[in-house]
């Protein structure tokens, strides 16, 4: 990078040196491993898309990236919450196969702003007409396994990969405030002002409106019918994918002010794509740790001092190094909720075996 460069983009230096990554080419560095020599994969050349959804550019992003390039056959497209001030001419990364994709979206927390990000994130990876897997993750999330291993499993299969829950109770009204999937109450998540990530003092406000719409009989004219929840992480082949871009009238507005639509949206879709197809499905434990493509477990602390308590908020699925034996003995493909720390023990650990 010239000097010159350097003095014009100095405020983004720290981004731009950050997710600077060089081409990977995996058949040369691992000498070991036959790309689709497996037969059971089709031999035509075929690229896995992986979608990733981050708030944050930082280190934990920048080795996910490049664990996913360790296989040639990835692709990967990056949506930044627009809330994130960035350099617009310089997407931070030379590398052809990572796309930082210009139509962000200004994301919130259970918001409807979820899907339609994930939607632009579906869309541009389609203009690929080689890719024909589809994987959404985010950017806390890291491979379990040997990426080369990952998308050969995704190959072998017919590509989908959904975690859903079970469907939602169309009689569940007024009480419904209660709850996570509040569908028929005012949910005003993408309200930034009001969102209760904002901090402490919004999230204890957020509970205190809770209680209180729950016990407000006014609800929202839209149908509780045919929807599903489940997790929002999912592997889906080209044919659902192009469903799920496809326009749903009747879905967004029902959801449009639901809370965490994204939750619901695609796993909906999903269903109804099963139900057109006359296949089946087989439901998953929401407390469950292996969700689908994900291993996610929930730990509540054991103890937390008292400013604690009333001044910091908790993330329940962060996972620990005590965790880790676990996670490595899931089935699953990526972990959720990984700081940098335990990205590099788990690649260390997945280097091993190669």
């Not at 280190?59 to 990236?65: G, H, T, W």
């Not at 203009?127 to 072998?156: A, H, M, Q, T, Y």
């Given at each position: 990078m010239s000097t010159k460069f350097r003095k014009t983009h100095i405020k983004y230096n720290r981004f731009y040196d950050l997710l600077k990554i060089k081409p990977t080419h995996a058949y040369k560095k691992y000498k070991k491993v036959n790309y689709l020599k497996n037969s059971n994969i089709n031999n035509k050349k075929l690229k896995i898309s992986y979608m990733i959804m981050t708030h944050e550019v930082d280190v934990q992003l920048k080795l996910l990236l490049e664990s996913l390039l360790l296989d040639v056959r990835s692709v990967i497209y990056v949506h930044i919450d627009a809330k994130l001030k960035i350099n617009k001419n310089e997407f931070f990364s030379k590398n052809e196969r990572v796309v930082f994709i210009k139509n962000r979206?200004?994301?919130?927390?259970?918001?409807?702003?979820?899907?339609?990000?994930?939607?632009?994130?579906?869309?541009?990876?389609?203009?690929?007409?080689?890719?024909?897997?589809?994987v959404l993750i985010s950017g806390s999330c890291f491979p379990i396994k040997f990426p080369v291993k990952i998308n050969d499993e995704f190959l072998r299969s017919n590509g989908n990969l959904f975690s859903v829950w079970g469907e939602i109770n169309p009689e569940n009204l007024s009480s419904e405030g209660f709850g996570r999937y509040s569908v028929t109450k005012f949910q005003p998540c993408d309200v930034e002002i009001l969102n209760p990530k904002k901090s402490i003092i919004h999230a204890r406000v957020w509970n205190v409106y809770k209680k209180m719409s729950g016990k407000i009989p006014l609800e929202r004219k839209v149908s509780l019918s045919d929807l599903w929840r489940g997790s929002q992480f999912f592997a889906a082949n080209r044919e659902v994918a192009e469903w799920f871009v496809k326009s749903h009238p009747d879905l967004d507005h029902i959801l449009k002010w639901s809370l965490a639509p994204d939750e619901i949206y695609f796993n909906t879709l999903y269903i109804r794509y099963l139900r057109r197809s006359g296949e089946n499905f087989r439901r998953i434990l929401p407390s469950a740790t292996e969700q689908g493509t994900h291993y996610i477990k929930k730990t509540i602390p054991t103890e937390r001092t008292l400013r604690q308590k009333l001044f910091e908020s908790i993330d329940l699925r962060k996972l620990n190094k005590i965790d880790l034996p676990e996670v490595l003995a899931s089935s699953c493909f990526f972990a959720r909720k990984c700081n940098s720390e335990i990205s590099k023990e788990i690649e260390r650990l997945w280097r091993k075996e190669i």
């Amino acid at each position: 990078m010239s000097t010159k460069f350097r003095k014009t983009h100095i405020k983004y230096n720290r981004f731009y040196d950050l997710l600077k990554i060089k081409p990977t080419h995996a058949y040369k560095k691992y000498k070991k491993v036959n790309y689709l020599k497996n037969s059971n994969i089709n031999n035509k050349k075929l690229k896995i898309s992986y979608m990733i959804m981050t708030h944050e550019v930082d280190v934990q992003l920048k080795l996910l990236l490049e664990s996913l390039l360790l296989d040639v056959r990835s692709v990967i497209y990056v949506h930044i919450d627009a809330k994130l001030k960035i350099n617009k001419n310089e997407f931070f990364s030379k590398n052809e196969r990572v796309v930082f994709i210009k139509n962000r979206v200004r994301v919130n927390w259970g918001g409807f702003s979820m899907v339609n990000a994930m939607k632009n994130l579906i869309s541009e990876a389609l203009k690929d007409i080689e890719s024909d897997r589809f994987v959404l993750i985010s950017g806390s999330c890291f491979p379990i396994k040997f990426p080369v291993k990952i998308n050969d499993e995704f190959l072998r299969s017919n590509g989908n990969l959904f975690s859903v829950w079970g469907e939602i109770n169309p009689e569940n009204l007024s009480s419904e405030g209660f709850g996570r999937y509040s569908v028929t109450k005012f949910q005003p998540c993408d309200v930034e002002i009001l969102n209760p990530k904002k901090s402490i003092i919004h999230a204890r406000v957020w509970n205190v409106y809770k209680k209180m719409s729950g016990k407000i009989p006014l609800e929202r004219k839209v149908s509780l019918s045919d929807l599903w929840r489940g997790s929002q992480f999912f592997a889906a082949n080209r044919e659902v994918a192009e469903w799920f871009v496809k326009s749903h009238p009747d879905l967004d507005h029902i959801l449009k002010w639901s809370l965490a639509p994204d939750e619901i949206y695609f796993n909906t879709l999903y269903i109804r794509y099963l139900r057109r197809s006359g296949e089946n499905f087989r439901r998953i434990l929401p407390s469950a740790t292996e969700q689908g493509t994900h291993y996610i477990k929930k730990t509540i602390p054991t103890e937390r001092t008292l400013r604690q308590k009333l001044f910091e908020s908790i993330d329940l699925r962060k996972l620990n190094k005590i965790d880790l034996p676990e996670v490595l003995a899931s089935s699953c493909f990526f972990a959720r909720k990984c700081n940098s720390e335990i990205s590099k023990e788990i690649e260390r650990l997945w280097r091993k075996e190669i």
